[in-house]
């Protein structure tokens, strides 16, 4: 799991309580969200296994499927946002 501050890249990568913790841009949130993380009966078990889940969702085939799509559908003036990837939190 990740205990991140929330800032780009950042908090789009970990998905606040499911792969991470997302805390305040300062070092004592950051701080205090990494002895949660320790200390919280079965939260870092908890993290790490939706952490996991959500990397398997990421594979190589997927990203280069979509970037695929995305280079066609440029080439052929239709440029679109929808697809699969990247998988969406809700799918957790």
């Known amino acids: 799991p990740a205990v991140v501050y929330d800032r780009p890249g950042l908090r789009d990568s970990t998905i606040h309580e499911q792969t991470g913790l997302v805390t305040a841009a300062e070092p004592q949130a950051l701080a205090a969200g990494v002895i949660r993380a320790l200390t919280e009966q079965g939260l870092y078990a908890r ?5 996991i889940e ?4 990421f594979t190589w ?14 080439a052929n003036g239709k440029p679109s946002r929808e697809g699969d990837y990247p998988p969406q939190p809700a799918a957790l």
């Not at 085939?61 to 440029?74: D, G, K, N, T």
Request: charged letters at 25%.
């Open 47 to 51: 993290l790490s296994a939706g952490a």
């Open 54 to 57: 959500w990397a398997r969702r």
């Open 61 to 74: 085939e997927r990203a280069s499927a979509a970037f695929e799509q995305a280079l066609l559908e440029v």
